[in-house]
């Protein structure tokens, strides 16, 4: 965070000061957690369901940090404030104002928020001090987290945009207003919370109403839901996608042996070859997304491809491929899972594995409503018509998947329907064999992480390729 006075946070945040001096300077990082804390910081003390970080303020100062914001006295140097949560989202804002020179590109979408946002990132890093999130830190407070790690120096701040709700991003994009508003797609995520494809359309839509005059809007051309934000936005709108009107397009699209795609990448201002290092044909619209907002940041095409090609995934547990020593390929895309890009990792999998056996290891995907039985189905007789050799359905809200892959007369596959996590190991320990490709994938309340981890530790993994 930029070097402020107590005085000035509270001011900004609109609370009092309490046992702090108000020339005392907070120039560290803003943190949640005491264990973070750093020579000058601003611990904030959140009330959690677990835990109250009041009660940790103590620890907090005694580490060295400078106030805490709080809402009530700890019994040192403290800004109070009426919801730390809301006073975080003004003091992001206010730091925000402060740094003219920092352009905002915001990403949200129902798929492909976090690796689209981890590839913008290393994109306009190339043209100087880059801040983004770590993993998907894309909610009310770590929006503001990542805002106020920006400083003097930051020359892009990358952010993600999550919603479970109408106005969820209009907050967030009130925390943060973005130059660059980027939207990839609308889809079934979190179809329990919203109740159909329109509402989820009228919240990401929210992401380039929030735009001024001058800014820049980028599309999806191929979701008609996405394009149709067109008229929604005071800014330029730049499109992406496969199709022939879309203003940065890849044609000549191709995979690798290993899912890695080709092609080449097509703007208004020229065209140049790009070689991804991600895994799957779905990395192409994630790619060209980054690409478009590279674009309006400043960066030549030529420059985007060579940064595209040399980009890296950057967030934990999503496609990512490691090969045992004994030839077996994990792929770990545990992160997270809803039937979009349940489908296209699925895909992958059949690819990478032409010639070898695979398996797949899904779970719940969760939030989708009264749709969740027939969107598992939907995914087991996709799984099935895929060719897998071997299908583990883990936990009892996943279970649709095994009766949908059941439904396919010409599988000849093998359907597992296991209770959790042990047993999903135990179920995969008799069945790989070297050379096999396995797929693991779920929400985050499957935890199936722990799938991959265990596959990884026997034996000794060496990472991917």
Same mark, same amino acid.
């Given at each position: 965070?930029?070097?402020?006075? /107590? +005085?000035?946070?509270?001011?900004?945040?609109?609370?009092?000061?309490?046992?702090?001096?108000?020339?005392?300077?907070?120039?560290?990082?803003?943190?949640?957690?005491?264990?973070?804390?750093?020579?000058?910081?601003?611990?904030?003390?959140?009330?959690?369901?677990?835990? @109250?970080?009041?009660?940790?303020?103590?620890?907090?100062?005694?580490?060295?940090?400078?106030?805490? /914001?709080?809402?009530?006295?700890?019994?040192?140097?403290?800004? /109070?404030?009426?919801?730390?949560?809301?006073?975080?989202?003004?003091?992001?804002?206010?730091?925000?104002?402060?740094?003219?020179?920092?352009?905002?590109?915001?990403?949200?979408? +129902?798929?492909?928020?976090?690796?689209?946002?981890?590839?913008?990132?290393?994109?306009?890093?190339?043209?100087?001090?880059?801040?983004?999130?770590?993993?998907?830190?894309?909610?009310?407070?770590?929006?503001?987290?990542?805002?106020?790690?920006?400083?003097?120096?930051?020359?892009?701040?990358?952010?993600?945009?999550?919603?479970?709700?109408?106005?969820?991003?209009?907050?967030?994009?009130?925390?943060?207003?973005?130059?660059?508003?980027?939207?990839?797609?609308?889809?079934?995520?979190?179809?329990?919370?919203?109740? +159909?494809?329109?509402?989820?359309?009228?919240?990401?839509?929210?992401?380039?109403?929030?735009?001024?005059?001058?800014?820049?809007?980028?599309?999806?051309? @191929?979701?008609?839901?996405?394009?149709?934000?067109?008229?929604?936005?005071?800014?330029?709108?730049?499109?992406?996608?496969?199709?022939?009107?879309?203003?940065?397009?890849?044609?000549?699209?191709?995979?690798?042996?290993?899912?890695?795609?080709?092609?080449?990448?097509?703007?208004?201002?020229?065209?140049?070859?790009?070689?991804?290092?991600?895994?799957?044909?779905?990395?192409?619209?994630?790619?060209?997304?980054?690409?478009?907002?590279?674009?309006?940041?400043?960066?030549?095409?030529?420059?985007?491809? *060579?940064?595209?090609?040399?980009?890296?995934?950057? +967030?934990?547990?999503?496609?990512?491929?490691?090969?045992? *020593?004994?030839?077996?390929?994990?792929?770990? @895309?545990?992160?997270?899972?809803?039937? @979009?890009?349940?489908?296209?990792?699925?895909?992958?999998?059949?690819?990478?594995?032409?010639?070898?056996?695979?398996?797949?290891?899904?779970?719940?995907?969760?939030?989708?409503?009264?749709?969740?039985?027939?969107?598992?189905?939907?995914?087991?007789?996709?799984?099935?018509?895929?060719?897998?050799?071997?299908?583990?359905?883990?936990?009892?809200?996943?279970?649709?998947?095994?009766?949908?892959?059941?439904?396919?007369?010409?599988?000849?596959?093998?359907?597992?329907?296991?209770?959790?996590?042990?047993?999903?190991? *135990?179920?995969?320990?008799?069945?790989?064999?070297?050379?096999?490709?396995?797929?693991?994938?779920?929400?985050?309340?499957?935890?199936?992480?722990?799938?991959?981890?265990?596959?990884?530790?026997?034996?000794?993994?060496?990472?991917?390729?």
């Amino acid at each position: 965070m930029i070097p402020l006075p /107590l +005085s000035t946070i509270a001011e900004i945040t609109g609370g009092t000061l309490d046992g702090a001096p108000p020339d005392a300077v907070a120039g560290g990082p803003v943190v949640i957690d005491s264990r973070a804390v750093e020579p000058g910081s601003l611990f904030a003390a959140f009330r959690g369901e677990r835990a @109250d970080g009041h009660e940790f303020a103590a620890a907090a100062l005694a580490a060295g940090a400078a106030a805490v /914001l709080a809402q009530r006295p700890v019994g040192g140097p403290a800004v /109070l404030v009426g919801d730390v949560q809301e006073a975080l989202g003004r003091l992001a804002r206010g730091v925000l104002e402060r740094l003219p020179d920092t352009t905002v590109v915001a990403v949200t979408g +129902s798929a492909g928020k976090t690796s689209t946002k981890d590839l913008i990132a290393q994109l306009v890093g190339r043209a100087g001090p880059t801040v983004w999130p770590p993993g998907s830190f894309n909610n009310e407070i770590g929006l503001p987290l990542t805002v106020l790690r920006a400083d003097a120096a930051t020359r892009h701040l990358v952010l993600e945009m999550g919603a479970r709700g109408v106005g969820h991003i209009a907050y967030l994009t009130g925390i943060a207003r973005p130059d660059v508003g980027v939207v990839l797609n609308v889809g079934t995520a979190h179809m329990g919370e919203f109740g +159909s494809r329109e509402a989820i359309a009228k919240a990401k839509g929210e992401m380039v109403e929030a735009l001024l005059p001058g800014g820049t809007a980028v599309l999806n051309a @191929d979701d008609p839901l996405v394009s149709a934000m067109a008229s929604r936005t005071a800014g330029e709108v730049v499109t992406f996608g496969r199709s022939d009107g879309a203003a940065v397009r890849a044609v000549d699209e191709t995979l690798d042996e290993q899912g890695r795609a080709r092609f080449t990448l097509v703007t208004p201002e020229g065209s140049a070859p790009v070689a991804l290092r991600l895994y799957g044909s779905h990395a192409v619209a994630n790619a060209l997304a980054a690409a478009a907002a590279a674009r309006a940041a400043g960066l030549p095409v030529d420059e985007v491809a *060579a940064g595209l090609s040399e980009a890296e995934p950057a +967030s934990r547990w999503r496609m990512e491929v490691t090969e045992r *020593a004994d030839g077996v390929t994990v792929v770990n @895309d545990a992160y997270n899972a809803n039937p @979009d890009s349940t489908r296209a990792a699925i895909d992958v999998l059949a690819h990478m594995a032409r010639g070898r056996r695979a398996y797949a290891v899904l779970g719940e995907m969760a939030e989708l409503g009264g749709s969740s039985a027939a969107e598992h189905a939907s995914i087991g007789r996709h799984a099935a018509r895929s060719g897998l050799d071997g299908l583990v359905v883990v936990g009892a809200n996943a279970a649709a998947m095994a009766e949908g892959a059941a439904e396919v007369a010409s599988w000849t596959g093998e359907c597992v329907q296991v209770d959790d996590v042990g047993a999903a190991v *135990a179920a995969l320990s008799g069945r790989l064999g070297p050379q096999d490709v396995v797929l693991v994938k779920g929400s985050r309340v499957a935890g199936l992480e722990r799938v991959a981890e265990a596959l990884l530790a026997a034996p000794d993994g060496r990472a991917g390729r």
